[in-house]
T-cell receptor, first 113, second 113 residues
Framework: DSGVTQTPKHLITATGQRVTLRCSPRSGDLSVYWYQQSLDQGLQFLIQYYNGEERAKGNILERFSAQQFPDLHSELNLSSLELGDSALYFC????????????FGPGTRLLVL | SQKIEQNSEALNIQEGKTATLTCNYTNYSPAYLQWYRQDPGRGPVFLLLIRENEKEKRKERLKVTFDTTLKQSLFHITASQPADSATYLCALDASGGSYIPTFGRGTSLIVHP
């Protein structure tokens, strides 16, 4: 158990819909990272927040957005969902702003029908 | 373009042997490289980090080497066990310390009893 929690574990929705994925980092970790993992793309970095501020941005679509709240939990919002958004979404956390050691959560499996 | 390459073919070895996995990269100047283990449907688990000025790092049965001239890292598991069967991912930060973590597609290791 990494100490990072993600909810929900599974999500099934329809194209065009909007969903919110939630992540609670390990106690004491200030950074939260979001990743998407699909069979054809591997693990893709989406975005990082450090202590409430956006720190780094990867290949995150404009339809996706995220935020980190004062209690350091984070939410990833996915809107106007497409079939191709079906994937595993992982959250990871680390103590500081650097990605040197990340602890991954169990992931949310999203299926868009 | 920047690229990380890991052998897409599964590595099959007998229990007790040493497994060696390769990670090659191009057009990067990473400050460090990481290795993760990932089991099916689960989040990656951090194993080892090696910095650009380190040649070798060890942790129990694991050993990582980092050759910045060859742009290659080797990951060794000695005295392998069936429980070591998993996918192993290498990751590094993108050039220039941008803190954007980039992962390889991973190599599947299967240890036969």
């Amino acid at each position: 158990d990494s100490g990072v929690t993600q909810t929900p574990k599974h999500l099934i929705t329809a194209t065009g819909q909007r969903v919110t994925l939630r992540c609670s980092p390990r106690s004491g970790d200030l950074s939260v990272y979001w990743y998407q993992q699909s069979l054809d793309q591997g693990l893709q970095f989406l975005i990082q927040y450090y202590n409430g501020e956006e720190r780094a941005k990867g290949n995150i679509l404009e339809r996706f957005s995220a935020q980190q709240f004062p209690d350091l939990h984070s939410e990833l919002n996915l809107s106007s969902l497409e079939l191709g958004d079906s994937a595993l979404y992982f959250c990871a956390s680390s103590v500081g702003p650097s990605v040197e050691t990340q602890y991954f959560g169990p992931g949310t499996r999203l299926l868009v029908l | 373009s920047q690229k990380i390459e890991q052998n897409s073919e599964a590595l099959n070895i007998q229990e007790g042997k040493t497994a060696t996995l390769t990670c090659n990269y191009t057009n990067y100047s990473p400050a460090y490289l990481q290795w993760y283990r990932q089991d099916p449907g689960r989040g990656p688990v951090f194993l080892l980090l090696i910095r650009e000025n380190e040649k070798e790092k060890r942790k129990e049965r694991l050993k990582v080497t980092f050759d910045t001239t060859l742009k290659q890292s080797l990951f060794h598991i000695t005295a392998s066990q069936p429980a070591d069967s998993a996918t192993y991912l290498c990751a590094l930060d993108a050039s220039g310390g941008s803190y954007i973590p980039t992962f390889g597609r991973g190599t599947s290791l299967i240890v036969h009893p």
